[in-house]
């Protein structure tokens, strides 16, 4: 069964914050309210800024953001691919997959011709689905790479 990738409602605020701490913000102090409430304002937008969802049967099972700014920026670009999160039990179905290029054909219908992320765990993905590495660097005593996707 393949997941249905739309914009993310409100009902599916909480379950994408838990994950996204998890796998995001784990020892950095950002609670689940302050998470709920970025992608409450994200979300409430409706405007260039977007955020996806994967649902099975009904159920968020991952998601994607189209953002003008990135957390902690180390460059100055804009728009970006943000938060590429899929829940650990559907990962490898190409789930991650359906939500990048939702992230890529919204961005395309808003008028961006390149998008840019930062990745580093995640770099062998983001290449085998077009994206091209143009810096690596430093960020938090942590390896980097910045990304770019011309569109």
């Not at 991952?62 to 999160?85: K, Q, Y």
Request: one cysteine or more; glycine letters at 12%.
């Amino acid at each position: 069964m393949l997941p249905i990738i739309e914009t993310m409602a409100e009902r599916d605020v909480e379950a994408i914050a838990r994950l996204r701490l998890a796998a995001f913000f784990e020892g950095t102090g950002r609670t689940l309210e302050e998470d709920m409430a970025g992608l409450r304002g994200l979300i409430a937008s409706g405007g260039f800024e977007a955020a996806f969802v994967a649902r099975l049967g009904g159920s968020p099972i991952g998601s994607c953001l189209f953002v003008c700014n990135e957390i902690d920026p180390a460059h100055d670009l804009t728009p970006w691919l943000a938060g590429l999160i899929v829940d650990q039990n559907y990962r490898g179905r190409g789930v991650g997959a359906a939500l990048l290029k939702a992230v890529e054909a919204h961005a395309a219908s808003v008028g961006v011709d390149k998008l840019y992320l930062y990745t580093w765990q995640a770099r062998c993905f983001y290449q085998a689905l077009g994206w091209t590495a143009i810096e690596t660097f430093e960020q938090g005593g942590e390896p980097m790479v910045l990304m770019e996707r011309s569109l």
